[in-house]
């Protein structure tokens, strides 16, 4: 697809609309209609193939009205030609751009290198969040493995020996 054709063929089939645009300017926003509205139905573009089309309207179907119209609205300079021609480019840019295929990715393997870069930051983290807690206390880490080797076996009691196992237990 050849971007000066493209050019060439929307600015031929763009309709274009003005008005008064808003924002900084002077006498010149109260006076003059700058801002430029530029429409171009899709179905009119006679360069681009029907499949072109298509990709055309899925790409762009937020920007698209309910009567196939590509609609882009400028109002950025105080000169009602430096928008159309600002309008014009946008409106080649975009279609441009959804025509383009993406590219696949090229699934790639990390080298050994940042493998251990990133082991070895995750060492680093760990350590220094390990330097931040409070020293552990002997006692309660042999009561911490009584409880959980004692929850362990609960679980794999059934219900019966389970209550059994309370009973004794407790009282």
Same mark, same amino acid.
């Given at each position: 697809?050849?971007?000066?054709?493209?050019?060439?063929?929307?600015?031929?089939?763009? @309709?274009?609309?003005?008005?008064?645009? /808003?924002?900084?300017?002077?006498?010149? !926003? &109260?006076? $003059?209609?700058?801002? !430029?509205?530029?429409?171009?139905?899709?179905?009119?573009?006679?360069?681009? =193939?029907?499949?072109?089309? +298509? /990709?055309?309207?899925?790409? %762009?179907?937020?920007?698209?009205? +309910?009567?196939?119209? %590509? !609609?882009?609205?400028?109002?950025?300079?105080?000169?009602?030609?430096?928008?159309?021609?600002?309008?014009?480019?946008?409106? !080649?840019?975009?279609?441009? &751009?959804?025509?383009?295929?993406?590219?696949?990715?090229?699934?790639?393997?990390?080298?050994?290198? $940042?493998?251990?870069?990133?082991?070895? &930051?995750?060492?680093?983290?760990?350590?220094?969040?390990?330097?931040?807690?409070?020293?552990?206390?002997?006692?309660? $880490?042999?009561?911490?493995?009584? $409880?959980?080797?004692?929850? @362990?076996?609960?679980?794999?009691? &059934?219900?019966?020996?389970?209550?059994?196992? =309370?009973?004794?237990?407790?009282?």
């Amino acid at each position: 697809m050849d971007i000066s054709l493209l050019h060439t063929c929307i600015v031929n089939q763009t @309709k274009c609309t003005y008005s008064r645009s /808003s924002g900084p300017g002077g006498q010149n !926003v &109260n006076k $003059v209609n700058t801002k !430029v509205t530029a429409r171009i139905k899709i179905a009119d573009l006679d360069i681009l =193939q029907p499949e072109e089309k +298509e /990709s055309v309207l899925i790409h %762009l179907k937020n920007q698209i009205n +309910e009567d196939q119209e %590509l !609609v882009i609205s400028v109002q950025e300079k105080r000169s009602q030609f430096s928008n159309k021609k600002i309008a014009y480019d946008r409106l !080649v840019m975009l279609i441009f &751009n959804s025509l383009k295929k993406p590219k696949k990715r090229l699934a790639t393997q990390p080298s050994i290198q $940042v493998i251990k870069k990133r082991l070895a &930051n995750k060492k680093k983290r760990s350590q220094i969040k390990k330097d931040r807690q409070k020293p552990i206390d002997p006692g309660s $880490v042999c009561l911490f493995l009584f $409880v959980t080797k004692l929850s @362990k076996m609960i679980i794999k009691l &059934n219900r019966f020996q389970f209550f059994c196992f =309370q009973f004794c237990f407790f009282y």
